[in-house]
């Protein structure tokens, strides 16, 4: 059965597959009403991502492509099918309502699912060929995302997590440490034990297993070492993972793990509550970036953060103008005002 959905072909023989032979309303054809995860080329692309977010960002990409082309889910649309002009025109439509950024993840991931197609022999390697050559979208904001949380805003938060006398409220004040100033992605934070942990009674260490199974420690001490060991003692010296899953009231599920998604749901709702500025986990990681540029090199940054290249670091820097105003305040000129 044809699915109602926003891409038609108006001449298919046109062999530049140029998008303003297509209008952006109609069908697309058939959906298959169920799919071997693996053998659907965008099931095989997910498994192809190593990062729990990065499967579950790319999904909902996925399904967005899906749907704009007339199906449920990306687990029902007909991959193998799709055409050069079908990617051209979804382009332009979302080009015209989205950021660059977004429709190029959208692209990096149409991408990806047609390899995918290609290795499994589903699709001709010239229509391969075709879609990897649709242009990304130029242009937009050249301001880099996400924020920096201000130490205002970071006492907020805290704040809110004191005022919550349940568990959850325990919890999500390590959690907010882990964040900053431990600087941990969400995937990490989430797949952190209780035998990650040790404490020589002054710093925390934590080891933490990163992007590409790389492992490292990071340090705490201070406030956020102390926010740990609060929630430690509440959840006791049991193994296995050390933050758990909660429900209505501020009860936790003990043993129960908690998702990178769940993550960004209670920082969220620790902002809300502490009355700031929307923001998401990695907004903090960000914050630690920037906060430990000013006091250290780029080079112990990235290993604090994980990251292989200090090209990667310096994308976290969210300092602006007061890095500049504060280097510029660092270089003397030997001069006298005169009288």
Request: overall charge positive; aromatic content about 6%; charged content about 25%.
């Amino acid at each position: 059965m044809k699915k109602s959905g926003i891409i038609c072909i108006v001449n298919q023989e046109d062999s530049t597959h140029n998008a303003k032979t297509v209008v952006l309303r109609g069908e697309l054809g058939d959906s298959n009403s169920s799919v071997n995860f693996r053998n659907n080329p965008a099931g095989a692309y997910l498994l192809r991502l190593r990062s729990e977010t990065s499967r579950y960002q790319m999904m909902r990409k996925l399904d967005k492509v899906a749907m704009l082309l007339g199906s449920t889910s990306w687990s029902e649309f007909p991959w193998n099918s799709l055409t050069p002009v079908h990617v051209d025109a979804l382009v332009t439509k979302l080009a015209a309502e989205y950021k660059p950024a977004y429709v190029n993840a959208i692209l990096a991931a149409i991408r990806g699912v047609v390899e995918c197609s290609f290795d499994q022999g589903e699709m001709s390697a010239e229509t391969y060929r075709l879609i990897r050559k649709v242009k990304s979208v130029r242009g937009g904001s050249t301001e880099p995302a996400g924020r920096y949380v201000n130490g205002g805003e970071r006492a907020a938060l805290m704040e809110a997590c004191l005022q919550d006398v349940s568990p959850a409220g325990c919890r999500d004040a390590a959690v907010l440490a882990c964040a900053y100033p431990g600087g941990l992605r969400r995937s990490e934070i989430a797949s952190l034990t209780r035998e990650d942990i040790l404490d020589d009674g002054e710093t925390l260490s934590i080891k933490v297993m990163g992007k590409g199974r790389k492992e490292r420690t990071v340090y705490m001490s201070n406030g956020g070492a102390d926010a740990l060991r609060d929630w430690l003692e509440h959840r006791g010296e049991s193994p296995g993972l050390l933050f758990w899953a909660g429900r209505k009231g501020g009860h936790l599920l003990e043993g129960q793990g908690i998702s990178s998604q769940s993550l960004n749901e209670i920082i969220k709702r620790r902002a809300r509550e502490a009355k700031i500025r929307d923001l998401v986990t990695h907004d903090l990681r960000r914050t630690t970036a920037s906060d430990l540029l000013d006091i250290t090199d780029a080079v112990t940054v990235a290993g604090y953060l994980g990251h292989s290249s200090t090209n990667t670091t310096a994308k976290y820097d969210r300092r602006g103008e007061r890095a500049r105003k504060k280097a510029a305040q660092g270089l003397h000129m030997p001069y006298k005002r005169r009288d």
